[in-house]
T-cell receptor, first 113, second 115 residues
Framework: DQQVKQNSPSLSVQEGRISILNCDYT??????FLWYKKYPAEGPTFLIS?????DKNEDGRFTVFLNKSAKHLSLHIVPSQPGDSAVYFC????????????FGGGTRLMVKP | DAGITQSPRHKVTETGTPVTLRCHQT?????MYWYRQDPGHGLRLIHY???????DKGEVSDGYSVSRSKTEDFLLTLESATSSQTSVYFC??????????????FGDGTRLSIL
């Protein structure tokens, strides 16, 4: 059973508009949530994270929102740029000594010029 | 970028042959991880290491073994490759503190095809 789910496999957005990527989780013991971006033929790159004690974290054009009661997080990209076109993975970390992450299946974002 | 090198970057081999993938880091990070990426599954943890000679299983460890004889190197071995192990394999590293976020940093992957 997947503990972290990204229900939208793909998303298409016009340049300059907002992109909203969603992620749901089931394990209430997760204490950190992270977003990674992945371009073809490259490894995932860390984008932004949020602690479970916060509900919002912002870094430039990227903002992550966490709704613990709904076990839902989202990544907002404003304004979207063509260079943002990539696969985005959300990941969650439980309270484990190995700093292990559980990943969602990914959402492919396409930003059209 | 984190100093992580995966080798080889591409490999094609036959069912039943042994395969070893190498991950080399220059960051002196304690933790190292092997993942596989398959469509619809995101990244799934195969094995990880929390120090030299210290390893543990992840979510999809069957058919894989690992070794870490030096801090900088983490090897993933498929003793007898099967077609179901065709995938893209990623190595990751992280520091670890008892609290605070410590993102994992990834290598560029190894594309493995087993015919």
């Amino acid at each position: 059973d997947q503990q972290v789910k990204q229900n939208s496999p793909s998303l298409s957005v016009q340049e300059g508009r907002i992109s909203i990527l969603n992620c749901d989780y089931t394990n209430s013991m997760f204490d950190y949530f992270l977003w990674y971006k992945k371009y073809p033929a490259e490894g995932p790159t860390f984008l932004i994270s949020i602690s479970s004690i916060k509900d919002k974290n912002e870094d430039g054009r990227f903002t992550v929102f966490l709704n613990k009661s709904a076990k839902h997080l989202s990544l907002h990209i404003v304004p979207s740029q063509p260079g943002d076109s990539a696969v985005y993975f959300c990941a969650a970390r439980g309270n484990n000594a190995g700093n292990m992450l559980t990943f969602g299946g990914g959402t492919r974002l396409m930003v059209k010029p | 970028d984190a100093g992580i090198t995966q080798s080889p970057r591409h490999k094609v081999t036959e069912t039943g042959t042994p395969v070893t993938l190498r991950c080399h880091q220059t960051e002196n990070h304690r933790y190292m991880y092997w993942y596989r990426q398959d469509p619809g599954h995101g990244l799934r943890l195969i094995h990880y290491s929390y120090g030299v000679k210290d390893t543990d299983k992840g979510e999809v460890s069957d058919g894989y073994s690992v070794s870490r004889s030096k801090t900088e190197d983490f090897l993933l071995t498929l003793e007898s490759a099967t077609s179901s192990q065709t995938s893209v394999y990623f190595c990751a590293i992280s520091e670890s503190r008892p609290w605070g976020d410590q993102p994992q940093h990834f290598g560029d992957g190894t594309r493995l095809s087993i015919l």
